[in-house]
């Protein structure tokens, strides 16, 4: 089964086509445009998606100045993405959608040292080999999550959240 993660930004957003059942990594882009995500919805594209899991910002304790203006933008795309992405709903392609927090508390990292991206990574990481080295690997031997960076990390923490919550 192939799930889309979307962590939307206000300009780029981070994304990861995930096979469930090969349990790696497709297609992953740390700075994917509304188009670039539009054309991986369209049903003739390589990917036939069963689910796609996108980010819903959701504010978590208090914000400086400029930070406000940051989370409005990436809710505002949030929600572009989203009606995106219920086009495809009529491909039998299902949007559901997770905050970080539902995020960092299904993948186990709720607390911890370090960033919640930090700890997001470091889970994906754990679940796919427990090492640097056997999840992502090299290019001559890539790993299950070989590819995935920045952003993209995010969204691949979406997905397997989402498949802890929906086991």
């Not at 796609?52 to 505002?76: C, Q, Y």
Request: glycine share 12%; net charge positive; aromatic share 4%.
């Amino acid at each position: 089964m192939l799930i889309l993660g979307i962590d939307p930004g206000p300009n780029a957003s981070g994304v990861v086509v995930y096979d469930s059942v090969a349990r790696r990594v497709i297609h992953s882009d740390k700075t994917a445009t509304e188009t670039d995500i539009g054309l991986l919805l369209i049903p003739t594209h390589k990917f036939r998606l069963a689910h796609i899991i996108i980010e819903r910002p959701a504010a978590m304790g208090p914000m400086g100045a400029g930070k406000v203006g940051h989370m409005l933008d990436t809710a505002w795309a949030a929600g572009r993405l989203e009606a995106i992405a219920e086009r495809a709903n009529s491909t039998g392609t299902t949007v559901h959608t997770l905050t970080r927090r539902e995020v960092v508390r299904h993948l186990g990292v709720m607390s911890g040292k370090g960033s919640a991206d930090a700890r997001v990574r470091a889970a994906c990481i754990a679940d796919h080999g427990g090492t640097q080295r056997a999840a992502v690997g090299v290019k001559r031997e890539p790993g299950p999550l070989y590819g995935v960076t920045s952003h993209s990390w995010q969204a691949l923490g979406l997905v397997l959240a989402w498949l802890e919550i929906n086991k």
